[in-house]
């Protein structure tokens, strides 16, 4: 098991549903330490890359992509999920389908902040059925811009979105895949 | 001036209605090499308050306080404004007046975050009417926890927010403070 995969045992919580809670360490409260390690891996993971920007979706992708892009030095975007007063008119917007919530919703990022030819690099907290990372890869194309990685603190194994984004090509790494997980035994298994 | 201030004129855009953009450094497209240096200077200007941790609420928040907590060696915690469905309930929840949209929002932290006696450095992006900071201290205060310090990117000084932080007796440190902006001059004064 590795940092990440260690963490989530100890200190992760299984809830009904499939649920994993990690919002002691990562998506409520932060560990700046281990966000930094894991900057560092996915450096370690894309440094082949030339990566120009990290783009991830606000809120709980901002902590580890801002880490990780401090860690590239480079410049971090994130994509919001709604249009501000002062976002201004010049926008990639890409619809989003949550099938957690059965809602629409749009992930929008000022068309200043992505250019022709840049090389970006995607990251997110979690990964599920990917349609939020769905959206931001249409934003980066929309901008003539190119994906050249996806780093992923923890996928869903289980669920599609991995599966998907490796057969259409994207080079995606994810710290910690879970296999299946039981609320009622608090048993993880993830993949080798 | 100091390096923030030097690159909101550099950088930051004046639009009618006093907003002040800077989102190609710091809250939309987040300038990570600035970011730390900004919590350098807050752990400067807060070294003796022997910090446990930085509390801020998402989204444009969380780079900041996350770069400060890295700085500082101690966990971050964004307090979230809408209860999503595997954040369980028992939660601190504050009501939050929007100035600005004319509407009522919450900032929400699970109870399991924040403790009795814990010493809180409460960060955001900016400052205007403080809305938001009365929020977080009020969570802070629901917790028995201390607000020992606050620590602001960009200061409206021509609200009242800050003044009535002050007047409050808050340790209340804005790294720019703007007294007065022209969208038709583009000019902007700050603090002294």
Redesign the interface.
Known sequence: MNFLEERIIRDGEI?PGN?L?V??FLN??????L??RMGEEFKRRFIEKQIDKVLTV??SG??IA??C??VL??????A?KSVS????DDLYVSEVESY??KTTNHVI??K??LHKGERILLIDDFLANGCAMYGLIDIVEQAGAEVVGIGIAIEKGFQKGGQDLRKNGYHLESLAIVESMNAETKEIIFRK
């Open positions: 809830k649920v809670k919002d002691g409520h409260q932060m560990d700046v330490v966000l930094e606000e809120a901002i902590g801002c880490m892009a401090r030095q480079v410049p971090m975007v994130f919001k007063s002062n976002l201004g957690t919530h990022v000022s200043k902040l």
